[in-house]
């Protein structure tokens, strides 16, 4: 077991990171119906951004909120300006627009910084917890509090805020909620804004955990999305739990002869395998 031990540690810091950006797909979902292709990208940009002033010298915690505000604000005008123009059509309709608004977000992230890897360093890095011969960074520390933490917050929000009321009203049935005076956009708003921070957060930790490249960032859409699918796009705890088991997973793939240069591959299994349990969940819908 003690063999196994460095792989569940690395797993666990780069299934926090899974976890986070499933209840972030779970929570617009859940408000607006569209699975947001785009979560990967905007984590990307924001991420970059923060590289970009922490190499110019800049303070921190500014590149830290800068990070999130790029994310957010792309969302958000995502969220105002376009999502609002497709309310009425089919909901696989609405998410694979958010397909083409990643591959914009993506392709000017590459022309912008370019296509070479590079390393987000977080201050957390510097020390972390021992456990006999492995460390667990304070980073991936972080990323396991922020996802449980982020998935009580949001349960708060939907079960005991006026806010969350009227998303789940929405879940259920949009054009009934407008009908009875509803704030339909008001309410798309929060979630979109939401969606951009959970993207934000998620694309730093990633950024430090694995590396800051735009394409790898932008297919972080695809564990999230195995991991939202697991929890039938509804339950935070299952979704949460589902991306830490994606990640150690994909982190115990390397032990297995013949099959560690292909565990990558891992999240794209596991939503394959997840998809027709979704599909038929929709169908019963």
């Given at each position: ?66 990070a999130l ?160 699918m697991l ?30 240069p292909f ?23």
């Amino acid at each position: 077991m003690s063999d196994y031990l460095p792989f569940l540690v690395s797993g666990l810091g780069l299934g926090a990171v899974y976890a986070l950006s499933g209840v972030g797909l779970v929570v617009l979902y859940r408000s607006s119906g569209v699975l947001n292709f785009a979560f990967g990208a905007l984590g990307a940009i924001g991420a970059y951004v923060a590289w970009s002033l922490l190499d110019a010298g800049r303070p921190q915690a500014l590149a830290w909120a800068a990070a999130l505000a790029t994310a957010m604000g792309l969302s958000l005008a995502y969220g105002r300006l376009l999502a609002p123009r497709l309310a009425l059509r089919d909901p696989t309709i609405r998410s694979i627009a958010t397909l083409g608004f990643a591959l914009i977000v993506m392709g000017f992230t590459e022309w912008f910084w370019g296509e070479q890897p590079r390393r987000l360093v977080l201050p957390t890095d510097a020390d972390g917890l021992e456990f006999g011969d492995v460390r667990l960074t304070y980073t991936r520390v972080l990323g396991l509090a922020l996802a449980l933490a982020m998935m009580a917050g949001i349960g708060l929000l939907l079960s005991k805020t006026r806010t969350g009321l009227k998303m789940r009203a929405l879940a259920n049935d949009r054009e009934l909620s407008a009908l009875l005076g509803l704030r339909v956009l008001q309410v798309d708003t929060v979630a979109w804004v939401l969606s951009g921070a959970f993207a934000g957060v998620c694309g730093l930790l990633l950024a430090n955990i694995v590396r800051l490249q735009a394409t790898l960032l932008t297919f972080l859409v695809i564990p999230a999305f195995a991991a939202a699918m697991l929890g039938r796009l509804n339950s935070l705890p299952i979704t949460v739990a589902a991306g830490l088991g994606i990640g150690v997973l994909e982190a115990l793939a390397i032990t297995v002869p013949g099959f560690a240069p292909f565990r990558s591959s891992v999240p794209f299994l596991v939503a394959l395998i997840a998809l027709p349990f979704f599909r038929n969940d929709v169908r019963k819908a």
